[in-house]
């Protein structure tokens, strides 16, 4: 059996041929989850990058997991623009060989182009099951699932940065932070998940019980919730992270992001409660989910030497 090996490719800046000549031979490209479909795809610097990874590498099996949708309430029209679809979606995305989408949104603009894309939940989804302590890094142990929780927490990115003001409409901000306000005086914890530049933002600057969530630290997010009854977020991931846990969450939503975490149960608030969720998969069906995505990704892959070990590996995950 063929040895597979693996690296992984940021696109957080351009890739240089030097680069990408020392990955020598590609067999297999898989894009991880992320909104690559943009209000401003047209611009979008990594779906350019994308494409020329794309072009470059024309008889590798191509897999897009957990591809999404990041368009404004104001501009939900947008994947009925042939221009913006044509030059920005389906060129790269009608090559791949599987593209699973993880809202309604991106499902909706690829049937538009005729791209056959299956629209499953946001790979957060299984995380339980991936951290169960057999599988974890060492120190990481699920709660008792019978202990008593604190009445709810609030995880907050203050909207300081030039993203979210950008994101946030007028009045927009005051709503949120309101609602933010009266989950503290009800008795819930806030948590911050900002840095350091961030955590000083006034309204909550005189909220005594504050935590802080480190942004890239998703171990100790999924520690933390489970202690809590109730989370109120307007973080994306961290709703889609409690209801994978059973927490119950309320997403304060400002664009079509908030669909992956509303497709797993979370209840959305603010402008982007206007978008259709469409199809939900409900907590008992992730075996199902799981299996028919592991199946898919097989069949994707049967052309290589590598379908196999992802065989091997995919049973022990059921198992």
């Known amino acids: 059996m063929a040895v597979a090996a693996e690296a992984s490719l940021s696109l957080s800046r351009r890739p240089t041929d030097q680069s ?24 979008s610097e990594k779906l350019r990058w994308l494409a020329e990874i794309v072009d470059r ?32 979606v389906s060129k790269v995305f009608s090559q791949f060989d599987l593209v699973i989408v993880r809202d309604s949104v991106a499902h909706e603009l690829l049937r538009r182009r005729g791209i056959d894309a299956l629209h499953m939940p946001d790979p957060t989804f299984f995380v339980p099951a991936a951290l169960t302590p057999s599988r974890s890094t060492a120190g990481y142990r699920p709660l008792d699932p019978n202990r008593e929780r604190k009445r ?18 007028k009045g927009t901000l005051e709503e949120w932070d309101g609602l933010v306000q009266s989950k503290v005086r009800d008795g819930y914890d806030l948590f911050l998940w900002a840095d350091d530049d961030d955590a000083d933002y006034q309204p909550y600057r005189s909220i005594e019980k504050k935590g802080r969530l480190g942004i890239a630290n998703f171990r100790q997010l999924a520690e933390v919730l ?94």
């Open 152 to 169: 709810g927490m609030v995880v907050a990115t203050p909207p300081t940065t030039h993203f979210l003001r950008k994101y946030f409409a």
């Open 226 to 319: 489970q202690l809590y009854s109730h989370v109120v977020t307007n973080r994306v991931h961290a709703a889609a992270l409690a209801q994978a846990f059973g927490v119950p969450s309320l997403l304060f939503g400002y664009d079509s992001r908030c669909l992956t975490a509303q497709s797993v149960g979370s209840t959305v608030v603010g402008p982007a409660s206007i978008f259709d969720v469409g199809t939900t998969f409900p907590l008992e069906q992730r075996a199902q989910l799981f299996a028919q995505i592991t199946s898919r990704i097989r069949d994707a892959m049967a052309p290589t030497t590598l379908r196999a070990p992802f065989e091997a590996a995919s049973q022990q995950a059921a198992n």
């Open 20 to 43: 990408l000549r020392e990955y020598g031979t590609i067999d297999v490209i898989v894009v991880a989850g992320a909104p690559w479909f943009w209000d401003q795809a047209a611009s």
């Open 57 to 88: 590498y024309p008889r590798a099996i191509k897999i897009a997991l957990g591809a999404g949708s990041c368009l404004l309430p104001s501009l939900k029209q947008m994947a009925t623009d042939e221009k913006f679809v044509a030059g920005c």
